[in-house]
């Protein structure tokens, strides 16, 4: 591949390389006790929590400890700041 070919690459969306992750490792997001624990505090502390699936599967590939939390952080971080708009 040339260098300009390289440059023009696409680039994988936040949200493409989560679920290529959980593709690839096969974690699927299954429901837990303390999901709806976590819920609960958020609710009773005023914070409306509403994960989309893409965010649930972040929360599986950070149960299966498939990278690093900081790395799980970061890409929740880029994710929430594509899907909003925002730059990164």
Known sequence: MSASAAILAPVPTAKEIIHDLARRHGIRYERADSDDWAEAVSRVAGDDVDLD???WLLVALGRAEIM???DNTLLHARYLAERDGRAA
């Open 53 to 55: 699936e893409t965010e």
């Open 68 to 70: 690093p939390d900081i």
